[in-house]
């Protein structure tokens, strides 16, 4: 999930880089049958008036089986209503139940509105910044939630799984899903299946974290079963055949550094066979030289583990980078669906992971049908079908150390911005990311690596030493219609900055994408028309869901940019400030008539500081510290939404106040992370760099071309 670059002879850290009360239920029939009642909604041809999981169904088809708005009604097609959320990450996916609107904003601050009205219903605040201690340094907040039988959950920074009941905002059970002091986080969705809730949590960039998943009955909150995704230390005995076959694909002494492979997004379920399917992530560190002696596929990393619903016991698997060393994932949304290729019906699993790749593989067996590239590859050359594995190109694992040109970058060429996939049209619409990373290893030997604690980015490669040769086609985006038969693209349209919104395809011929430069548009699914479109006056990121209330069908999108999609402005080249950014839920009907207020455009004051003093070596000092700094106040220190520039605020310039701050934790239930290990002199330095940079970013503003900064500068 992350990157560092080494720029002016420093590293920098680029994100280029998841019943009690059952008596309370109105319905008590469907209290009585649970399994049932709750599977109507999930089931992936389930009538689509509700969206009650992250995906929709437990299939994750983003689909819409509605289609009052269509090709010829799309036109009609307006704002019904909008609400306005405080700040903090309002990336993530929504649920609608019974025509109530569900999500968890910020560090999963759950609320419920009338989907109809956009009326609060009730807010559910878990502390969790508070409660997240170092946890909070990866600062992602919750990108999803999950319903089950009238209850909603949702995962914590802090490694809560909290199950609240749905009509009245109580909390009903929580579980500690993280062990104590260790690096993990939650900000992925949690996933319901067969009255079971499972979760996974994040932490292999920044941890020597072991990636598992840990299933709980839904209605108790009792532990059914956990899920390590690598094997741990030999010594202690492996806890299933599994671990003891994947021991033998590492070397040397893994389990000192985790081995990373969490299953922080990506969970999908097949309810004919009870299988439950986890994409998994990176190494932990992400260097295999370092993390396994350079030897060995290391699994279940970068992997589709496919394990039994009721068990939690493993079935097979599917390994997209066998030996994983780029920060590769496997854990982008995966669709099931089921596809007649050579004439056969076939049951898929299909996914696009961060290396590039499109895959089709059958979700029975495990095998893989198809590979194809879907952006610019430097990698591999192709997927050996026979073998279902990569050949790769000399080089790609910097043999000498040397910066590699990795295309797609390490942050892939697919993040967690959801594809969706249209039984209409049988084609998969991917949120295609064309990026690139410089990646090496000089220097960095087994001998000389140190784990650094307190989450901190702990990687173990290179990142940006090299400029990418290839620039005029790195940090773009397209949004790409793709036949999973043929594997081949249908249609491919351009979309602006590197980061580009969550998918929903619907029954009516459309597909809705948001825009990082504020704009949210539906498309024509079979060739990407666009024939509507709205101006939120905000990123739209997060992936749109559809329902239908007293028999209108509505739309709803949150808006607001947050760490993530924005922590370099490379790949989002538009002006985002953290404070005045619009974060809203929107949510549309035919007519609707709701007006948005016009939307304001940040100024971003850089006021004179004459007391400055420049010292280059304390500033340098600094800047590699930022590192701490820049997953939310941005690369350079250049802020793209999830956090105030600290070029242009005041604090940096006052010793106590910045102190206070960021040693003593003044800010962390406004989600600034406490960081009580800087010394006097580090704070210093993080001062002296920050009025460099912002002297400099001054200087530009200022000056004859402010080109580097798109926003309104004041220079008195
Ligand atoms: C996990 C995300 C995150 C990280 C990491 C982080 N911050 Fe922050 N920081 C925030 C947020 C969010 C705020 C705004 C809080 C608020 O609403 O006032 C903030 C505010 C601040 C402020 C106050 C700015 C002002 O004008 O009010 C300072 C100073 C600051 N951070 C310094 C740092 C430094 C130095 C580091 C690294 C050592 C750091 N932060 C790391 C999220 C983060």
Same mark, same amino acid.
């Given at each position: 999930?992350w990157a560092?670059?080494?720029?002016?002879?420093?590293?920098?850290?680029? !994100?280029?880089?998841?019943?009690?009360?059952?008596?309370?239920?109105?319905?008590?029939?469907e209290?009585?049958?649970?399994?049932?009642?709750?599977?109507?909604?999930? &089931?992936?041809?389930?009538?689509?008036?509700?969206?009650?999981?992250?995906?929709?169904?437990?299939?994750?088809?983003?689909?819409?089986?509605?289609?009052?708005?269509?090709?010829?009604?799309?036109?009609?097609?307006?704002?019904?209503?909008f609400?306005?959320?405080?700040?903090?990450?309002?990336?993530?996916?929504?649920?609608?139940?019974?025509?109530?609107?569900?999500?968890?904003?910020?560090?999963?601050?759950?609320?419920?509105?009338?989907?109809? *009205?956009?009326r609060?219903l009730?807010?559910?605040?878990?502390?969790?910044?508070?409660?997240?201690?170092?946890?909070?340094?990866?600062?992602?907040g919750s990108?999803?939630?999950?319903?089950?039988?009238g209850?909603?959950?949702?995962?914590?920074?802090?490694?809560?799984?909290?199950?609240?009941?749905?009509?009245?905002?109580?909390?009903?059970?929580?579980?500690?899903?993280?062990?104590?002091?260790?690096?993990?986080?939650?900000?992925?969705?949690?996933?319901?299946?067969?009255?079971?809730?499972?979760?996974?949590?994040?932490?292999?960039?920044?941890?020597?974290?072991?990636?598992?998943?840990?299933?709980?009955?839904?209605?108790?909150?009792?532990? $059914?079963?956990?899920?390590?995704?690598?094997p741990?230390?030999?010594?202690?005995?492996? /806890?299933?055949?599994?671990?003891? @076959?994947?021991?033998?694909?590492?070397?040397g002494?893994?389990?000192?550094?985790?081995?990373?492979? #969490?299953?922080?997004?990506?969970?999908?379920?097949?309810?004919?066979t009870?299988?439950?399917?986890?994409?998994?992530?990176?190494?932990?560190?992400?260097?295999?030289?370092?993390?396994?002696e350079?030897?060995?596929?290391?699994?279940?990393?970068?992997?589709?583990?496919?394990? /039994?619903?009721?068990?939690?016991?493993?079935?097979?698997?599917?390994?997209?980078n066998?030996?994983?060393?780029?920060?590769?994932?496997?854990?982008?949304?995966?669709?099931?669906?089921?596809?007649?290729?050579?004439?056969?019906?076939?049951?898929?699993?299909?996914?696009?992971?961060?290396?590039?790749?499109?895959?089709?593989?059958?979700?029975?067996?495990?095998?893989?049908?198809?590979?194809?590239?879907?952006?610019?590859?430097?990698?591999?050359?192709?997927?050996? &079908?026979?073998?279902?594995?990569p050949?790769? #190109?000399?080089?790609?694992?910097?043999?000498?150390?040397?910066?590699?040109?990795?295309?797609?970058?390490n !942050?892939?060429?697919?993040?967690?911005?959801?594809?969706?996939?249209?039984?209409? *049209?049988?084609?998969?619409?991917?949120?295609?990311?064309?990026?690139?990373?410089?990646?090496g290893?000089?220097?960095? *030997?087994?001998a000389?690596?140190?784990?650094?604690?307190?989450?901190?980015?702990?990687i173990a490669?290179?990142?940006?030493?090299?400029?990418?040769?290839?620039?005029?086609?790195?940090?773009?985006?397209?949004? $790409?219609?793709w036949?999973?038969?043929?594997?081949?693209?249908?249609?491919?349209?351009?979309?602006?900055?590197?980061?580009?919104?969550?998918? !929903?395809?619907t029954?009516?011929?459309?597909?809705?994408?948001?825009?990082?430069?504020?704009?949210?548009?539906?498309?024509?699914?079979?060739?990407?028309?666009?024939?509507?479109?709205?101006?939120?006056?905000?990123?739209v990121?997060?992936?749109?869901?559809?329902?239908?209330?007293?028999?209108?069908?509505?739309?709803?999108?949150l808006?607001?940019?947050?760490?993530?999609?924005?922590?370099?402005?490379?790949?989002?080249p538009?002006?985002?400030?953290?404070?005045?950014?619009?974060?809203?839920?929107?949510?549309?009907?035919?007519?609707?008539?709701?007006?948005?207020?016009?939307?304001?455009?940040?100024?971003?004051?850089?006021?004179?500081?004459?007391?400055f003093?420049?010292?280059?070596?304390?500033?340098g000092?600094?800047?590699?510290?930022?590192v701490?700094?820049?997953?939310?106040?941005?690369?350079?220190a250049?802020?793209?939404?999830?956090a105030?520039?600290?070029?242009?605020?005041?604090?940096?310039?006052?010793?106590?106040?910045?102190?206070?701050?960021?040693?003593?934790?003044?800010l962390?239930?406004?989600? @600034?992370?406490?960081?009580?290990?800087?010394?006097?002199?580090?704070?210093?330095?993080?001062?002296?760099?920050?009025?460099?940079?912002?002297?400099?970013?001054?200087k530009?503003?200022?000056?004859?071309s402010?080109?580097?900064?798109?926003?309104?500068?004041?220079?008195?």
């Amino acid at each position: 999930m992350w990157a560092l670059s080494r720029k002016a002879g420093h590293r920098q850290a680029a !994100m280029l880089g998841g019943m009690l009360l059952l008596a309370a239920c109105s319905d008590q029939k469907e209290a009585k049958s649970p399994g049932t009642a709750n599977d109507a909604h999930l &089931i992936d041809t389930s009538d689509g008036a509700n969206w009650a999981a992250f995906g929709r169904t437990y299939g994750e088809q983003h689909y819409s089986p509605l289609h009052e708005i269509n090709e010829n009604t799309v036109d009609r097609l307006g704002l019904a209503w909008f609400l306005d959320l405080p700040p903090g990450n309002s990336v993530t996916g929504p649920l609608a139940i019974d025509g109530t609107l569900y999500f968890a904003a910020g560090y999963s601050v759950v609320r419920a509105v009338d989907a109809a *009205t956009g009326r609060v219903l009730w807010t559910f605040d878990p502390k969790a910044a508070e409660a997240a201690g170092t946890r909070l340094r990866q600062g992602w907040g919750s990108r999803g939630i999950a319903w089950w039988n009238g209850l909603i959950f949702t995962g914590t920074q802090d490694g809560r799984l909290i199950a609240i009941n749905a009509k009245t905002g109580a909390e009903v059970w929580s579980a500690q899903t993280l062990q104590e002091g260790d690096d993990r986080f939650i900000s992925g969705p949690p996933r319901v299946f067969a009255g079971k809730v499972v979760i996974g949590h994040g932490g292999a960039d920044s941890g020597a974290t072991r990636g598992y998943v840990t299933a709980y009955d839904a209605a108790s909150g009792r532990q $059914l079963w956990r899920f390590w995704t690598v094997p741990g230390d030999p010594a202690k005995g492996f /806890e299933n055949p599994a671990m003891t @076959m994947a021991a033998k694909t590492w070397s040397g002494k893994w389990w000192t550094h985790g081995g990373g492979g #969490t299953v922080w997004n990506a969970i999908t379920y097949d309810p004919d066979t009870d299988t439950l399917f986890l994409g998994t992530g990176n190494g932990a560190p992400w260097n295999r030289k370092i993390r396994s002696e350079d030897k060995g596929d290391n699994l279940f990393l970068s992997s589709i583990v496919a394990l /039994e619903g009721k068990s939690g016991r493993y079935k097979w698997h599917y390994q997209v980078n066998p030996g994983e060393t780029w920060d590769y994932n496997a854990s982008m949304d995966m669709q099931l669906a089921d596809l007649t290729i050579d004439g056969k019906p076939r049951k898929v699993l299909m996914q696009a992971p961060k290396n590039g790749f499109f895959y089709v593989i059958d979700r029975i067996t495990g095998k893989l049908i198809s590979a194809q590239k879907i952006t610019k590859v430097t990698w591999a050359s192709h997927i050996d &079908i026979a073998t279902g594995r990569p050949v790769e #190109t000399p080089g790609a694992r910097f043999p000498n150390g040397q910066p590699f040109e990795l295309w797609p970058g390490n !942050m892939g060429a697919h993040s967690w911005m959801p594809s969706a996939y249209s039984p209409r *049209t049988r084609l998969v619409y991917i949120p295609v990311r064309d990026t690139a990373s410089s990646i090496g290893d000089a220097g960095i *030997t087994a001998a000389n690596w140190r784990f650094r604690p307190g989450n901190q980015p702990n990687i173990a490669v290179n990142l940006g030493v090299r400029p990418i040769a290839d620039a005029q086609h790195n940090n773009k985006s397209r949004l $790409l219609a793709w036949d999973p038969v043929l594997q081949r693209a249908r249609w491919s349209l351009p979309t602006p900055g590197a980061w580009n919104g969550g998918i !929903m395809a619907t029954d009516g011929g459309l597909v809705f994408q948001g825009q990082a430069d504020g704009a949210f548009n539906a498309y024509r699914d079979t060739d990407g028309k666009r024939l509507w479109q709205f101006a939120a006056g905000a990123p739209v990121l997060a992936p749109p869901i559809s329902y239908r209330v007293k028999g209108l069908q509505y739309v709803t999108v949150l808006t607001g940019a947050s760490t993530g999609a924005t922590m370099n402005q490379q790949e989002i080249p538009f002006p985002i400030d953290y404070r005045t950014q619009a974060r809203r839920v929107l949510t549309f009907r035919l007519d609707g008539k709701a007006q948005l207020p016009p939307s304001q455009v940040a100024a971003i004051e850089w006021p004179a500081d004459p007391d400055f003093k420049a010292d280059p070596v304390s500033a340098g000092r600094g800047a590699a510290l930022f590192v701490h700094c820049m997953v939310c106040h941005g690369v350079g220190a250049v802020a793209v939404g999830a956090a105030p520039d600290l070029r242009a605020s005041l604090v940096p310039r006052d010793a106590e106040a910045f102190k206070q701050i960021v040693q003593g934790g003044g800010l962390v239930s406004a989600g @600034m992370p406490r960081f009580s290990e800087l010394s006097d002199a580090d704070l210093k330095d993080l001062r002296q760099y920050l009025r460099s940079e912002a002297a400099k970013a001054r200087k530009t503003a200022c000056g004859t071309s402010p080109t580097v900064q798109p926003r309104q500068p004041h220079c008195e």
